[in-house]
């Protein structure tokens, strides 16, 4: 399934408490990264979806747990990016929001950030080396796993 989204600039949080100021956000259905970013590199923290970003957005800024866990990330600069979900013909957004998030969330473990839970809890990761043997193509070099 193809599934479109249509991303707007990043918002710097500030200081804690964190707020969006007064950033036209919209009432529309789709996901949201809350970010770190230092420099040219930037970490993914929060990945989240919503059917309605703008009120999803404030309820989470307001989530003490959550924002405890992004000021307590390393250094660099705290940014809120969204995207609003483009359905096509047939595409149920009650169905696709949760699809693009999981399918974000794999992506950002699988580039090995420190995504936090719902809960604010870091999720764990174990990370298994191997020697490799005459089994070459079969047996990864590295490989990651989460742990909840």
């Known amino acids: 399934m ?3 989204l249509n991303w707007h600039h990043s918002l710097k949080l500030g ?3 964190y707020s969006t100021g007064s950033a036209t956000i919209p009432a529309t259905a789709g996901v ?3 970010l770190r970013v230092h420099g040219e590199s930037a970490e993914a ?8 970003l703008k009120s999803r957005i404030k309820q989470q800024l307001n989530n003490l747990k959550l924002m405890t ?14 995207a609003e979900f483009i359905p096509k013909p047939g595409q149920q957004i009650d169905k696709a929001i949760p699809i693009c998030e999981k399918t974000l969330i794999r992506y950002y473990l699988a580039q090995g950030h420190g995504l936090v839970n ?3 809890t870091t999720l764990r990761f174990h990370e298994l080396d191997s020697s490799r043997s005459d089994l ?8 990651k796993m989460q742990v909840k």
């Open 2 to 4: 193809k599934l479109q």
């Open 15 to 17: 200081k804690f408490p």
């Open 32 to 34: 949201y990264i809350f």
């Open 45 to 52: 923290l929060y990945v989240g979806k919503a059917t309605n």
């Open 69 to 82: 866990a992004i000021q307590k990330a390393t250094n660099g600069e705290r940014r809120l990016v969204f």
């Open 118 to 120: 719902i809960q604010g």
């Open 136 to 143: 070459k193509n079969f047996l990864p070099l590295k490989t």
